[in-house]
T-cell receptor, first 113, second 111 residues
């Protein structure tokens, strides 16, 4: 089976812009989670989607949003980018419950200037 | 909300057994404790998961005491390729279900 894919792999944006990141889960996986990883804060859970519905949400501002399509592919959007949004954004898919075995993609490295 | 605490870094030598402990209070009662491994420029990779007592798979063992306030990942006979960051992951309920990741333990294996 193909693994989790994320596009783009690298992105440079300017403060105030918005960005959309894409994630394609492993075939058959219905849960997609998004994470932000920074050297200072480590791995932080953004949200999880299951069957096109947001099932869980972390403590991030409303500028961070996401959605999931009927084919389980997911997108994450960040509006009004801030310098502190520079991070590695990771997507993970799993067959069922989020807390169970997750498979991560390589991530999208976002740099905000 | 649950908090997790792991050592920031550990050193060991090839062939040794390495134990990494994660302290986690107030975790969800009916949820798994999971450990992941991450290499530079890659996403985390699932290692092992358990609910209580001891779980063993082909790469590691996981020890969880009855009070579930900590868990210990045991890597038998490590090699240089085990140099990585290791994370514990627990779940908790605040206003909604949250996944709480440990800060990670950077394990360096020396020849």
């Amino acid at each position: 089976k193909a693994g989790v894919t994320q596009t783009p792999r690298y992105l440079i944006k300017t403060r105030g812009q918005q960005v959309t990141l894409s994630c394609s889960p492993i075939s058959g996986h219905r849960s997609v989670s998004w994470y932000q990883q920074t050297p200072g804060q480590g791995l932080q859970f953004l949200f999880e989607y299951f069957s096109e519905t947001q099932r869980n949400k972390g403590n991030f501002p409303g500028r961070f949003s996401g959605r999931q399509f009927s084919n389980s592919r997911s997108e994450m959007n960040v509006s009004t980018l801030e310098l502190g949004d520079s991070a590695l954004y990771l997507c993970a898919s799993s067959q069922g419950q989020t807390a169970y075995e997750q498979y991560f993609g390589p991530g999208t490295r976002l740099t905000v200037t | 909300l649950a908090k997790t605490t792991q050592p920031i870094s550990m050193d060991s030598y090839e062939g040794q057994e390495v134990n990494i402990t994660c302290s986690h209070n107030n975790i969800a009662t009916n949820d798994y404790i999971t450990w992941y491994q991450q290499f530079p420029s890659q996403g985390p990779r699932f290692i092992i998961q358990g609910y209580k007592t001891k779980v063993t798979n082909e790469v590691a063992s996981l020890f969880i005491p009855a009070d579930r306030k900590s868990s210990t990942l045991s890597l038998p006979r490590v090699s240089l390729s085990d140099t990585a960051v290791y994370y514990c992951l627990v779940g908790d309920w605040d206003s909604n279900y949250q996944l709480i990741w440990g800060a990670g333990t950077k394990l360096i294996i020396k020849p």
